[in-house]
């Protein structure tokens, strides 16, 4: 019999280089509904979850559901999170669009 075992991401998010992979990967699809997943999955795999609950200000249950695909937190708590993981939130201007030229 063939024996399975659910996919674990956490696996995979051996070192800096896997893990910064994985956050461009989330933020070039933006699916930014799961930043918050990754941030935690990347909490977990580190095993800084303890550290990521206290910087953010909640318990670790609390930010466990938070940052579940069913949570919604603030994004003060994504920043928080993402700072006390070594990372910043920053905006950046886009490159402008080329004009559209009627006739061109």
Not at 27 to 33: G, H, P, Q, S, V
Not at 39 to 51: E, F, G, N, Q
């Amino acid at each position: 019999m063939l024996k399975t075992r659910k996919f674990e991401v956490t696996d995979y998010l051996k070192t800096e280089k896997d893990i910064e992979e994985y956050l461009n990967v989330v933020l070039e699809e933006k699916d930014y509904a799961f930043l918050p997943v990754a941030l935690a999955d990347i909490a977990r795999a580190r095993k800084t979850m303890t550290a990521a609950a206290r910087a953010a200000g909640v318990s670790r249950t609390t930010l466990y559901q938070s940052l579940s695909t069913n949570g919604r937190p603030a994004f003060e708590t994504v920043a928080k999170v993402a700072d006390s993981l070594g990372y910043k939130i920053t905006l950046v201007q886009k490159a402008p669009k080329k004009p559209f030229h009627k006739g061109a």
